[in-house]
T-cell receptor
Framework: EPEVTQTPSHQVTQMGQEVILRCVPI?????FYWYRQILGQKVEFLVS????????KSEIFDDQFSVERPDGSNFTLKIRSTKLEDSAMYFC???????????????FGEGSRLTVL | KNQVEQSPQSLIILEGKNCTLQ??????????LRWYKQDTGRGPVSLTI?????NTKSNGRYTATLDADTKQSSLHITASQLSDSASYIC?????????????FGTGTRLKVLA
């Protein structure tokens, strides 16, 4: 069964360092998302990406965040200068299409746990 | 403001028992409602997706209901198993400007005991 894959599974970094989280969405999917989940809290939307550009972003997704689809398969989230509060699980998700009912299946990766010290 | 509230926050039941989880939402314009299961430290996995016109949908021992008038949904788990121990997340999708926004609930943490 096709799946969304994320690397690394866990990254530990020092405050102020740059971090890149990588995702390989399912190959024929068109819409890509990043979410984060702080330990014990709910999943929060960061950004959605379609047709090689950001389609929507949340207040959390400030100037220190960026996304890129550098080739036909990878979808990356970069955090330029990490802060302690960036420690969280980051989930990548993708779906194939958005039908008129918006019921396209949304598939999540297993997550990348980021720990900022 | 678009919000999704879930109850209870946590629940402990004995193996073999049934349980029902609740989801109330204030999301507009409503597109669809999804229930996800999230094992600890893992990504959410879809259980059901329901649109406005669907009242109930089943996936094995999981049955979701939707009342679009009262903006409530429930997830009923029948004959619970130890592997059902997880967080269950209600996600409501809103259609905005040709795209869809997913609003996540806080989840219900279910623990099934032997």
């Amino acid at each position: 069964e096709p799946e969304v894959t994320q690397t690394p599974s866990h990254q530990v970094t020092q405050m102020g360092q740059e971090v890149i989280l990588r995702c390989v969405p399912i190959s024929n999917h068109l819409y890509f998302y990043w979410y984060r989940q702080i330990l014990g809290q709910k999943v929060e939307f960061l950004v959605s990406f379609y047709n090689n550009e950001i389609s929507e972003k949340s207040e959390i997704f400030d100037d220190q965040f960026s996304v890129e689809r550098p080739d036909g398969s990878n979808f990356t989230l970069k955090i330029r200068s990490t802060k302690l509060e960036d420690s969280a699980m980051y989930f990548c998700a993708s779906n194939k299409r958005l039908d008129y009912r918006g019921t396209g299946e949304l598939f999540f990766g297993e997550g990348s746990r980021l720990t900022v010290l | 403001k678009n919000q999704v509230e879930q109850s209870p926050q946590s629940l402990i039941i004995l193996e073999g028992k049934n349980c029902t989880l609740q989801c109330n939402y204030t999301v507009s314009p409503f597109s669809n409602l999804r229930w996800y299961k999230q094992d600890t430290g893992r990504g959410p996995v879809s259980l059901t997706i329901m649109t406005f016109s669907e009242n109930t949908k089943s996936n094995g021992r999981y049955t979701a209901t939707l009342d679009a008038d009262t903006k409530q949904s429930s997830l009923h788990i029948t004959a619970s198993q130890l592997s059902d121990s997880a967080s269950y997340i209600c996600v409501v999708s809103a259609a905005t400007s040709g795209t869809y926004k997913y609003i996540f609930g806080t989840g219900t943490r279910l623990k099934v005991l032997a």
